[in-house]
T-cell receptor, first 109, second 116 residues
Framework: GQNIDQPTEMTATEGAIVQINCTYQ??????LFWYQQHAGEAPTFLSY????GLEEKGRFSSFLSRSKGYSYLLLKELQMKDSASYLC??????????FGTGTRLLVSP | GAVVSQHPSRVICKSGTSVKIECRSL??????MFWYRQFPKQSLMLMAT?????????EQGVEKDKFLINHASLTLSTLTVTSAHPEDSSFYIC????????????FGPGTRLTVL
C-alpha cells in the first residue's frame, strides 16, 4: 500500500525557521513534491526532489533521503502569509501523485 | 505557462441532479489529467486518471458510473457527478500533466460542490 505521513499541525513565529517532515512508503518512486495550499484554493508547486540531497529555492528548501524514505521542507524567515497547509506528495511509477495528510502551519506575530 | 482552469468555481445543486465540471489546460497539451477530491481539513485523494482518447482509470472505491470522466481532447477533461447526494459535497480539483514536464502536475483552482 501507499503510506505518507506528516505532522497534522505546526505553529511558529514570524521570522523563525520551521521544518516540516514527511516519511513515505510507496510502491514505486519517481520523485517527491511539496505543495502549498491556502484554504479553499488549489495547491501550488513549491519543490521537486528526485535525487538525495538539498534543493534550495529562496526562503524554501527541500531535502530528500530515498534510502530512509524521508523528506523535509524548510521554511526560513517565516511570514504571516506562509500560514497554509503544506502537502508532501510522492510520484509513483504510474504517473500518479499520492498525497500525504498535509501539515497545517500557523504563523503567529 | 502551464495554466489550468476549472469551471465552475462554485456550484450548489439539489440532491439527485447531475453536475458537470470542466478542466482545461490553457497553454499546453495535457496528455494526462487527474481528478482529486478533498474533504475539509483532509488531503487530496485521487479519484481517477484520464488519458486523452481513452477510458479513465478509477481508484479503488470510486464509482465509475457515478463519476463520469470524459477526456475528449488534449486540453479538456470533464467530470460529471451523477445523481449527486449531500455526501458528494466536496472540493474537486483537477490537474494536468504535459509531455516532458518532469512528472509535474499543474493544478486547477478547484470547484466547490455543495449538494443540498
Amino acid at each position: 500500500g501507499q503510506n505518507i505521513d506528516q505532522p497534522t499541525e505546526m505553529t511558529a513565529t514570524e521570522g523563525a525557521i520551521v521544518q516540516i517532515n514527511c516519511t513515505y512508503q510507496t510502491s514505486g518512486f519517481n520523485g517527491l513534491f511539496w505543495y502549498q495550499q491556502h484554504a479553499g484554493e488549489a495547491p501550488t508547486f513549491l519543490s521537486y526532489n528526485v535525487l538525495d540531497g538539498l534543493e534550495e529555492k529562496g526562503r524554501f528548501s527541500s531535502f530528500l533521503s530515498r534510502s530512509k524514505g524521508y523528506s523535509y521542507l524548510l521554511l526560513k524567515e517565516l511570514q504571516m502569509k506562509d500560514s497554509a497547509s503544506y502537502l508532501c506528495a510522492v510520484s509513483t511509477g504510474f504517473q500518479k501523485l499520492v498525497f500525504g495528510t498535509g501539515t497545517r502551519l500557523l504563523v503567529s506575530p | 505557462g502551464a495554466v489550468v482552469s476549472q469551471h465552475p468555481s462554485r456550484v450548489i445543486c439539489k440532491s439527485g441532479t447531475s453536475v458537470k465540471i470542466e478542466c482545461r489546460s490553457l497553454d499546453f497539451q495535457a496528455t494526462t489529467m487527474f481528478w482529486y477530491r478533498q474533504f475539509p481539513k483532509q488531503s487530496l485523494m485521487l479519484m481517477a486518471t484520464s488519458n486523452e482518447g481513452s477510458k479513465a482509470t478509477y481508484e479503488q472505491g470510486v464509482e465509475k458510473d457515478k463519476f463520469l470522466i470524459n477526456h475528449a481532447s488534449l486540453t479538456l477533461s470533464t467530470l460529471t457527478v451523477t445523481s449527486a447526494h449531500p455526501e458528494d459535497s466536496s472540493f474537486y480539483i483537477c490537474s494536468a500533466r504535459g509531455r516532458g514536464r518532469n512528472n509535474e502536475q499543474f493544478f486547477g483552482p478547484g470547484t466547490r460542490l455543495t449538494v443540498l
